[in-house]
């Protein structure tokens, strides 16, 4: 959480809001990503310069705008902005990066009310619960706001508060969300390619339902205290369980140096090269061996105490990889050790993240890029950085078929946010240097690793040294499975046909234009001749639109084959 930003009024925000207002705005936000996706794909709207440079900088646009809307629309779209950045699977890289700036810079609401909420909760009055409550709030985000206080019993806490009618606006707006999901699911053209809509929604509902459930929080606080019980380096806030209800949660308060705050830092004397390598071994700690991750490690959530431990504050978003799932990512894992793209799909796949029986070509082209150049890089290779890998995996995502669960990205986008702050703590600060101890220990427990590396390295010898020839029983063999499970493909290519295929899809949408042309010419004289002026306008106008596109078809039909598109 931030502090308060100044006080804006938001049309969500208010006691009373119209079911039907809410309907507008949110169909409506829904049909301009629709038309601006149409408009950005059409060559002719980009003035002549029409380019990959110039496609990025639009989309880049439609992003930041598509951020700023979603903050306007709410806290229900300020999180679920939150959880689409994850799905690189689903959105352009763009969206991706835009949308993970999004931040809960919302108005904070009156004492009154905080009031009223902890008195309804507790069947009590506030003076009686703390004895001493601060009104003004010391942080505020979408979803509630945080308070000074003090018990009875004189420790400092720290309350959150969730926002008025929260769960009633969760729930109309995931209503609208899921009439847009089922429209997803059923359209032809945004349904087809195994787009799954109405189950992206129900796990998207699920987890906003679970973050406005401060119960849910304090467990989550209470399990990743445990987990660091040990630790001198990190610490979270003690959960007072008597003074917790799904819309108030007591905890205790750990006062701190903010982690971007880096003068501050100087002027205690933490050393800051120490703390960025602490705030890596501790999301390793948490992925490798705890299988229990704080999902959002952005700046808001990260302090420093005043003896350099870290402090890790907001536990509403947690992500967990179960034992399962943690067995295939050590597939993966080896795959990407042993450099071999094959065995790393086959892990992707029976992780769910690839879907089965889809092109192998394309993704082994794109995997192979990767490990090329980055995966393959020596540990201590400063060229290596998440921000590049992660872009790329990005674009891969989006432009294969692949299904990342939101774990994946909230991995991908943690390690990330971490290895900034690492850099902006200590330049020369590697990731991958902090990562080489655990994956070394992750190496050594793999019981069978060690045999399968040196057999996987003899391998690789022995086809450097017998060329193609040596390699072609094991291709064949490769070959002949993936005939077995339907995923050999078989491309056939005839110019000819293509081209006369595009003449004829061009001609039958100039004939489509030309019948609309003729409609709304006949509607114009209709109107004209019966005095309805408004609508013969409107109808002419639709007329020298549909002129102009059946102008466009004809000039398109004049090029040449070869420049047909």
Known sequence: MSSPPPTKSYRWNQVNYSRWRRVIDIWGFFFLILFFRWWDSKPWTYNGVYNEQTQSARQRGRAIWTRETMLELGPTFIKVGQLFSTRADLFPKEYVEE?????????????????????????????????????????????????????????????????????????????????????????????????????????????????????????????????????????APKVYWRYATPRVLTLEYLPGIKISNYEALEAAGLDRSALARIGAKSYLQQLLNDGFFHADPHPGNLAVRADGALIFYDFGMMGEILPGTKEKLMETFLGVAQGDSDKIIDSLTDLGAIKKGSDRVPIRRSIDFILENFANKPYGDQTFNFDAITSDIYEMAYEQPFRFPSTFTFVLRAVSTLEGLGKGLDPTFNFMDVAQPFADQLLANNNDFGAREIIAQLGQQVGQVGGAALNLPRRIEQTLDRAERGELRVRVKSVESERLLRRMNTGILGLIYGVLLSAAMICTVLFYTTSHTIEGIITFGLAGVFSLLVFRVIRRLSRPDDELA
């Not at 809960?104 to 009156?110: A, C, G, L, Q, W």
């Not at 001493?132 to 420790?155: C, K, M, W, Y």
């Not at 969300?177 to 059923?186: D, E, K, W």
């Not at 929604?201 to 660091?228: S, V």
Request: charged letters at 30%; a negative charge.
């Open 99 to 235: 949308l993970s700036k999004l931040q809960d810079e919302v108005p904070s609401f009156p004492f009154e009310q905080v009031n009223a909420i902890i008195e309804g909760e507790f069947g009590r009055p506030l003076k009686r619960i703390f004895q001493f409550f601060d009104p003004t709030p010391i942080a505020a985000a979408s979803l509630g706001q945080v308070h000074r206080a003090q018990l009875n019993t004189g420790e400092e806490v720290v309350v959150k508060v969730q926002r008025p009618g929260l769960d009633k606006l969760f729930r109309l707006d995931l209503d609208i969300l899921r009439g847009i999901a089922q429209y997803l699911q059923n359209h032809p053209r945004y349904g087809r390619g195994g787009r799954e809509w109405v189950m992206i929604y129900d796990e998207c509902a699920k987890i906003l339902f679970q973050e406005i459930d401060y119960l849910n929080e304090g467990r989550n606080a209470d399990t990743f205290r445990r987990n660091f019980r040990d630790s001198n380096e990190i610490c």
